[in-house]
């Protein structure tokens, strides 16, 4: 069978980014996922929190997620 044309979102883009109502694109922090005994409390609880993706990487991101912005 023949797949119907149109662009597709990036699962994996979708899986690891989240765009807010206003645009900005959200990360999680890397570093958490192992060896956190020798991380100490403060850093562990930074880690868990999102940031905010850099602006030269927005553009990419967004164009790989075509449902999840206002264009």
Do not use: C, E, W
């Amino acid at each position: 069978m023949r797949r119907p044309k149109g662009i597709k979102t990036k699962k994996a883009a979708a899986k690891r980014f989240k765009i807010t109502a206003t645009g900005k694109v959200l990360r999680s922090r890397a570093g958490r996922r192992h060896l956190a005994q020798t991380k100490n409390a403060k850093r562990l609880r930074r880690l868990g929190k999102t940031a905010v993706v850099d602006k030269t990487d927005v553009y990419r991101i967004t164009q790989s997620m075509p449902f999840s912005h206002r264009g």
